[in-house]
C-alpha cells in the first residue's frame, strides 16, 4: 500500500483498520448543530460528504456513514447507494486510482479511498488536518490552500421536507423539485423541532416578523408612537416619526419589564391584568400560575419557564391570582 504520510493517524492507512474508521464515523463539530433547523428524527445527507448521512435526534447531528458496495448517501430514499442519480456536486471517480485516496468534493478532511476502480470508501482525516490529493496525505491546515464549498439545503434535504429558516419566528424553508421555498406560518410561528405551525407561544423565537402595516399605512403613518408587536404580550415597537411623511420602515423592538405588559390604548407597561393581550401570558411572569383571559375569571394558565403549559379551570370557582388559587368569593379582573 500506498505510504501515507507521516501526518496521518495511522488508522487510516490499513484496510481493515479504515473499515473501523467508516464504522464510527467522526462526528464533526460544527460550529452550530445543522439539526436545530430539523423536526425530530429527520434524516438529511451531510453537507460536508455524500457518503455520510445525519439522523436530527432533539436537535442533534447523529451521523451515520455508508460504505462498501453502497458508499453514496441518497436523500431523497434515505438509503445508500452504488451510485447517485443525480451526483453533478458528489462526483468522485476511482477509474486508474484503484489503492488510490481521491478528494472529497464536500469538504477538504474528506477523501475516499479506492478500493478498486468503481469502489470508493469514504475517509476523514484527523482533526485540524486536511486532505491533498498530490500528495496523498492529510496535512497541516497551513499547508493546505483548500477551502470548503458551500452547499445547498434542496441537495441534503428531501423535497417537501419543511425546516426552519432562522430569518423570521413565521418562516420556513421547503424543498419542492429541489428548489428551495420560503414559507409562511398563517397567524402562527413555525417550530422546527416538529416542523409545523403552532400557536406563537410555544416558539421561543425572537425574530418576531414585523406586522403588516405596524407602524400604520402610507396614508396615515404612526409618528412617534409605541405600537403592539402582535407576538407578545410585553413587546412594543416604537414607530419613529419619517422626515418623509412615511411609515417608520424599520421601528425598533422593546419589551416592558417582567410582570408588566405593553398596553396600546396608553402605550404604557402596566400591570398585566389591565391589560388584554392574547399571546402568552405567562411570558415575563414570576407567578406559577396566572389569570387566563378567558371570560368569567375561572381558569387560569400553568406557567413553565414563562411559557404557558397549559389551561386549567376553577370549575364554579373563580381563580384568584394573588393567593394563587381557586376561591369561592367572585373575583373580578379587567381582562376576563
Ligand atoms: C425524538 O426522537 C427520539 C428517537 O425516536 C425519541 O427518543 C425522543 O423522545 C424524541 N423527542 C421528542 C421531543 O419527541
Ligand atoms: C485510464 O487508463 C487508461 C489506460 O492507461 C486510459 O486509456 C484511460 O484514458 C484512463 N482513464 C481515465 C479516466 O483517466
Ligand atoms: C497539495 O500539496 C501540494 C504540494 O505540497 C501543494 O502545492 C498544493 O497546493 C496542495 N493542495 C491543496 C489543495 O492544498
Not at 22 to 40: H, K, Q, T, Y
Not at 145 to 173: G, M, P, R, W
Request: glycine letters at 6%; hydrophobic letters at 30%; a negative charge.
Amino acid at each position: 500500500m500506498r505510504a501515507f504520510g507521516a501526518h496521518l493517524n495511522l488508522a487510516v492507512v490499513m484496510g481493515p483498520a479504515l473499515l473501523m474508521v467508516l464504522a464510527c464515523p467522526m462526528a464533526v463539530a460544527r460550529e452550530e448543530d445543522i439539526c436545530r433547523l430539523f423536526s425530530n428524527n429527520t434524516v438529511i445527507r451531510d453537507p460536508d460528504s455524500c457518503s455520510q448521512y445525519i439522523t436530527c435526534i432533539d436537535s442533534v447531528s447523529i451521523y451515520g456513514s455508508c460504505s462498501g458496495t453502497t458508499p453514496f448517501f441518497d436523500k431523497d430514499t434515505g438509503k445508500c447507494v452504488k451510485k447517485l442519480t443525480d451526483d453533478t456536486s458528489c462526483y468522485v471517480s476511482c477509474v486508474n486510482a484503484t489503492s488510490q485516496f481521491v478528494a472529497d468534493p464536500k469538504s477538504c478532511y474528506g477523501y475516499y479511498y479506492c478500493l478498486d476502480q468503481e469502489t470508493p470508501m469514504f475517509g476523514t482525516c484527523p482533526q485540524d488536518t486536511h486532505f491533498n490529493a498530490t500528495t496523498q496525505t492529510c496535512t497541516r491546515l497551513y499547508e493546505s490552500d483548500c477551502t470548503a464549498s458551500d452547499f445547498e439545503y434542496c441537495n441534503i434535504v428531501k423535497n417537501k421536507v419543511n425546516f426552519d429558516n432562522l430569518q423570521s419566528c413565521a418562516s420556513y424553508h421547503v424543498c419542492e423539485k429541489n428548489l428551495l421555498k420560503t414559507k409562511t406560518c398563517s397567524s402562527q410561528y413555525y417550530q422546527a423541532s416538529t416542523g409545523v405551525c403552532v400557536a406563537k407561544s410555544l416558539v421561543d423565537c425572537v425574530a418576531h416578523p414585523l406586522p403588516s402595516n405596524v407602524c400604520g399605512k402610507a396614508t396615515k403613518p404612526y409618528e412617534n408612537k409605541f405600537v403592539s408587536d402582535g407576538a407578545t404580550c410585553r413587546g412594543y415597537f416604537f414607530c419613529a416619526k419619517q422626515s418623509n411623511g412615511t411609515p417608520d420602515p424599520n421601528p425598533t423592538w422593546n419589551q416592558c419589564p417582567q410582570d408588566t405588559f405593553f398596553d396600546a390604548s396608553t402605550e404604557t407597561c402596566r400591570s398585566p391584568n389591565l391589560v388584554k393581550c392574547t399571546e402568552d401570558r405567562c411570558d415575563g411572569r414570576s407567578l406559577p400560575f396566572v389569570i387566563s383571559s378567558t371570560k368569567g375569571c375561572r381558569n387560569y394558565l400553568r406557567c413553565i419557564d414563562g411559557v404557558a403549559f397549559d389551561e386549567q379551570s376553577c370549575g364554579n370557582l373563580f381563580f384568584d391570582e394573588a393567593k394563587g388559587g381557586c376561591v369561592s368569593s367572585v373575583v373580578s379582573y379587567a381582562i376576563c
